[in-house]
């Protein structure tokens, strides 16, 4: 009943002084508005970039040459990847799934009147849309024997369709690429921008034999990468360190010699990145928190002068038997139901904020699309830590009208 009486008086002297009580709450909803937004944009910022490694493929592992230092001091990439060293991988390593050598390329495409430079001119082997996950929209993936006959065969992305054939159909249509006929034999899915902004549909995907032989001239026995999959993501570790082991094997590497080629698990670098966005998120929620802080100092500076203010009325309520606790509580309820008002309106602005701040990003942006996410576990306890703030900030000030002198406070004026 006292409880309920308290309350009800506390209430009522906030509501006599709206204006104050407004502007003593705006610390705080600006700073869980603060705590919402940044939170809520960070955790958009490192589902951007878990969701990019995902996109490079299934459970992806990529080898790369080594390099070594010429005598200028500048370093070159070795040569030493083969397409041996690509179809040992699923063969010997039981954790790895299939492996695809890829040799790069640059070269216009021409169709009719069109002509076109894929961002990506490359080729593969007929694994590559199991190591990628990449499938064919229309058409088929060219076949083993495409590879080891060099066929004169390509499959072509989303981009590359709408600016060699418009509206018209690609597949078995014959394109030109530095003069040599190659067949569409099909066209990939959508994948759209990266996340800096490169397209990823903009691509003309060969078999790597034909680029080394028809388009590079080349008669060596090398590829520029290798590109591999794990059966699994729990498998990706063994099947790096197997990868490692055997093709240090291939390559003859002695023990304590420098291997010439470097295995790079895409896992274990998409979990590098979410560490970093992760601790920006912290460190971005720590900053919008001292605004909280910031905010609970408000709130002790008006208690403190609405105690001075009211020390004639606290007289008034201990003579007629209000006791201590009675004052203290009183005061206390005022200070938590301004940071929890505060709180509320600050998620209601920093939920909005967060979801303007990453449609502002897309807008701007160029790369692939921040996800839309709002982080209500940092809402809620944003909101708990501004209750926390206002029974910190407003004890004093009600433990200070509490021990106020009956007689004392009567005299005041």
Wanted: glycine share 10%.
């Amino acid at each position: 009943m006292l409880g309920s009486v308290t309350t009800r008086i506390a209430l009522r002297a906030l509501a006599k002084n709206k204006m104050r009580a407004g502007l003593t709450v705006l610390g705080v909803v600006i700073g869980i508005a603060a705590v919402t937004a940044l939170v809520s944009v960070g955790m958009s910022a490192s589902a951007l970039v878990q969701g990019e490694f995902q996109n490079l493929g299934t459970n992806v592992i990529v080898v790369l040459p080594g390099n070594e230092q010429s005598s200028g001091g500048v370093r070159r990439q070795i040569q030493s990847l083969t397409p041996g060293d690509a179809n040992s991988l699923p063969k010997e390593c039981s954790s790895v799934l299939a492996a695809t050598p890829v040799v790069f390329a640059a070269a216009p495409a021409v169709f009719g009147n069109s002509n076109w430079t894929a961002r990506e001119t490359f080729g593969v082997d007929e694994n590559f849309p199991l190591v990628r996950n990449w499938q064919t929209r229309l058409g088929s993936f060219f076949t083993n024997r495409d590879v080891i006959s060099a066929a004169k065969v390509c499959v072509i992305g989303q981009t590359v369709v709408k600016n060699l054939f418009q509206t018209s159909n690609p597949i078995g249509q014959i394109i030109r690429v530095r003069n040599i006929p190659f067949e569409v034999v099909g066209v990939l899915e959508t994948k759209g921008a990266n996340m800096v902004g490169e397209d990823q549909d903009d691509v003309l995907i060969m078999p790597y034999t034909t680029v080394r032989k028809r388009l590079q001239g080349s008669n060596f026995d090398t590829v520029n990468i290798i590109l591999a999959s794990a059966r699994s993501s729990d498998a990706m570790k063994s099947a790096e360190v197997e990868m490692h082991n055997l093709l240090l094997d291939r390559h003859k590497i002695a023990l304590g010699q420098s291997p010439d080629f470097e295995v790079a698990n895409t896992t274990e670098i998409a979990n590098v990145f979410g560490i970093i966005t992760g601790t920006l998120t912290l460190m971005l929620g720590a900053i919008a928190g001292i605004s909280l802080i910031v905010g609970g100092v408000g709130i002790m500076n008006i208690m403190l002068v609405s105690v001075t203010e009211r020390t004639r009325e606290i007289g008034i309520r201990m003579a007629v038997g209000a006791r201590p606790v009675d004052i203290l509580l009183q005061f206390l309820v005022e200070s938590v139901v301004l940071s929890m008002i505060g709180g509320l309106i600050g998620i209601l602005i920093g939920v909005g904020g967060s979801v303007g701040l990453t449609m502002l990003i897309n807008a701007i942006s160029s790369g692939r699309p921040w996800p839309i996410i709002v982080s209500f576990p940092a809402a809620i306890g944003a909101l708990l830590f501004s209750a926390m703030v206002g029974i910190g900030f407003g004890f004093y000030p009600a433990w200070r009208a509490s021990r106020l002198d009956p007689i004392d406070a009567l005299r005041y004026e």
